[in-house]
T-cell receptor, first 116, second 113 residues
Framework: AQKITQTQPGMFVQEKEAVTLDCTYDTSDPSYGLFWYKQPSSGEMIFLIYQGSYDQQNATEGRYSLNFQKARKSANLVISASQLGDSAMYFCAMREGDQAGTALIFGKGTTLSVSS | DSGVTQTPKHLITATGQRVTLRCSPRSGDLSVYWYQQSLDQGLQFLIQYYNGEERAKGNILERFSAQQFPDLHSELNLSSLELGDSALYFC????????????FGPGTRLTVL
């Protein structure tokens, strides 16, 4: 079974609109972390936001917020007031557990296109 | 700029050859992770080092090996290269063995002809 599922291969939004990118995860570990990364066409991976499984509040970083619904095992990324520069591939990722050496498990990504 | 550096940026080589990819983590980061991004497999974890010691292995082929040196830079060695090894190879670093953030380098794009 997929650990991280991103069901939207592509999303289209106009400038200044908000957009939600979906991510569901699967783990039986009570301690885990959820991440979102942005990959522009230039290829680099840019860290956006992090949510820990025990965090009581949804994470926010500027225009990015993470809609964390633990019971549903979803960690959707919300981008408010989209900008042309937000056009990129977005990856949801998970770290399972707190033990040493836990690498990230990535979803297949969602391509976001922002138009003027 | 994440502070993680990778060289070279691009590498073109032939099947059967051996290459070395280099990564310097952010200042103060002790953990280094290697990931492979290909069209068919997506982003996959290869291997992690912490302060010079191997900590975890993911989907790393036996033809691939890595090490982390006393100055904390890391090298990923790929040998007997095949066409399917063509991919973008990322190095990432974090401060502790467990982490809340991993910062990625710009990647090395490997093309095997």
């Amino acid at each position: 079974a997929q650990k991280i599922t991103q069901t939207q291969p592509g999303m289209f939004v106009q400038e200044k609109e908000a957009v939600t990118l979906d991510c569901t995860y699967d783990t039986s570990d009570p301690s885990y972390g959820l991440f979102w990364y942005k990959q522009p066409s230039s290829g680099e991976m840019i860290f956006l936001i992090y949510q820990g499984s025990y965090d009581q509040q949804n994470a926010t970083e500027g225009r990015y917020s993470l809609n964390f619904q633990k019971a549903r095992k979803s960690a959707n990324l919300v981008i408010s007031a989209s900008q042309l520069g937000d056009s990129a591939m977005y990856f949801c990722a998970m770290r399972e557990g707190d033990q040493a050496g836990t690498a990230l498990i990535f979803g297949k990504g969602t391509t976001l296109s922002v138009s003027s | 700029d994440s502070g993680v550096t990778q060289t070279p940026k691009h590498l073109i080589t032939a099947t059967g050859q051996r290459v070395t990819l280099r990564c310097s983590p952010r200042s103060g980061d002790l953990s280094v992770y290697w990931y492979q991004q290909s069209l068919d497999q997506g982003l996959q974890f290869l291997i992690q080092y912490y302060n010079g010691e191997e900590r975890a292995k993911g989907n790393i082929l036996e033809r691939f090996s890595a090490q982390q040196f006393p100055d904390l830079h890391s090298e990923l060695n790929l040998s007997s290269l095949e066409l399917g090894d063509s991919a973008l190879y990322f190095c990432a670093s974090s401060k502790r063995e467990t982490h809340n953030e991993q910062f990625f380098g710009p990647g090395t794009r490997l093309t095997v002809l």
